[in-house]
């Protein structure tokens, strides 16, 4: 029977032996390190007359020339990673003739092999290649290879890839499809995908406009608020009524964001809005877009149940001058307790105290006609025990 004592023994040879075996790894990579960083440097130290041709010539109008002499296929990773560096630093033209220098020295072709490696990472990483390539005859292999890895990740380079060497918009489509298949909730990161294609992408999202799918829709959205379309106007008001309620929060927040939206029916229709989301975000507009014509819609706003709309619609009425700030006075004549006048009183001292500091570091005769005209509605307004020296300083 083994004793404990025999146990550990055996234990600690086991564990020195992994000790040992670990240690021999790491010195076997840092080899294998070392030998990569000097093999780079030579070959970069043979190519550097090359290297300089490039620079020279990127403007002529012929096409790059390919590296003199028979060049290794390690040599031409090499030199490929040095063409990406370069690629990084110029635009148009330049970048062109680098990538279609790639395709002369087969670094595509080499790539599309790599394509089918046994190792995952190796696929992933000629997808990389493939896509600062910007390589349109890889495109069907890059889409194959999105549709069987949706476990990780590695989906996202493999999708950009896809993006930067799209042919048409068919290409993103499949490729978009296939990501809101393995990932939920990454719109935004697909909208920045996708416009890293060369591709017009406008018709795409007015395509996800008026799909079913509401993760499509998303992304429509997201994509006209980044890149700015005109003529989307019948499709917003439709997904205005869309079930789904995020559709429903970004249709809006698309809206409010430029006047020509804001008419009357539509603000009074989100000012009056089952999501309280849509009320605070049509509350808020108002006041940046300086709608004067809506101060009675924000005076109602401020007694609303939902805080935020309440914040917003106060603020609102703050940012709309002094007709904004009398609509804040005379909810305090009218409302004495409750949430609507709290919020009324807390943006009046705050609008007050705010314009107080401003007025320390300038002179302009408007803005203290503006504050003092303010304050004479405040006083007005709000008759209290306390001196108006107080209510200013609590």
Not at 331 to 351: D, F, P, T, W, Y
């Amino acid at each position: 029977m083994q004793t404990p004592l025999a146990t550990a023994i055996v234990f600690l040879y086991a564990l020195c032996g992994l000790t040992v075996l670990g240690l021999l790894v790491l010195f076997a990579l840092k080899l294998r390190n070392i030998s990569v960083e000097k093999q780079t440097m030579r070959c970069l130290e043979k190519y550097r007359d090359y290297f300089v041709y490039l620079q020279a010539h990127g403007e002529e109008e012929e096409r790059l020339q390919v590296p003199y002499g028979d060049v290794t296929q390690k040599e031409k990773q090499i030199i490929q990673k040095k063409l990406f560096e370069l690629m990084e630093r110029v635009t148009g033209i330049h970048r062109d003739k680098l990538i279609w220098l790639c395709e002369d020295m087969g670094l595509v072709e080499l790539d599309m092999q790599r394509l089918n490696g046994w190792w995952k990472w190796t696929r992933v990483d000629a997808a990389y290649n493939l896509g600062i390539m910007r390589s349109k005859l890889a495109v069907p292999a890059l889409l194959t290879l999105l549709q069987k890895n949706t476990n990780d990740t590695s989906v996202f380079i493999i999708a950009r890839s896809v993006a930067k060497c799209a042919r048409n918009t068919e290409d993103l489509r499949e490729m978009v499809t296939h990501v809101v298949r393995a990932k939920k909730n990454v719109h935004q990161l697909i909208v920045d995908i996708i416009s890293d294609s060369q591709v017009d992408t406008a018709p795409l999202f007015a395509q996800f406009l008026q799909e079913s799918d509401a993760e499509l829709v998303q992304i429509g959205l997201i994509g006209y608020a980044v890149h700015v379309q005109p003529g989307i106007e019948p499709a917003l008001y439709q997904l205005i009524q869309s079930p789904d309620k995020e559709v429903r929060i970004k249709a809006v927040k698309l809206m409010c964001r430029d006047i020509r939206y804001m008419n009357e029916q539509t603000v009074t229709d989100f000012m009056n809005h089952k999501d309280w989301e849509i009320r605070a975000m049509a509350a808020k507009a108002i006041g940046s877009l300086k709608l004067h014509s809506y101060i009675s819609s924000l005076k109602k706003a401020v007694g609303d149940a939902n805080w935020w709309v309440r914040h917003h619609s106060a603020r609102s009425l703050a940012q709309l001058e002094v007709e904004g700030f009398a609509a804040l006075c005379e909810i305090l004549q009218e409302e004495r307790n409750g949430h609507k006048s709290e919020m009324a009183h807390q943006v009046i001292q705050e609008e007050l105290e705010k314009e107080k500091l401003v007025l320390q570091g300038a002179t302009a005769t408007e803005k203290l006609v503006q504050y003092n005209e303010k304050l004479h509605l405040y006083r007005k307004s709000y008759r209290k025990t306390i001196s108006t020296v107080q209510a200013l300083e609590r």
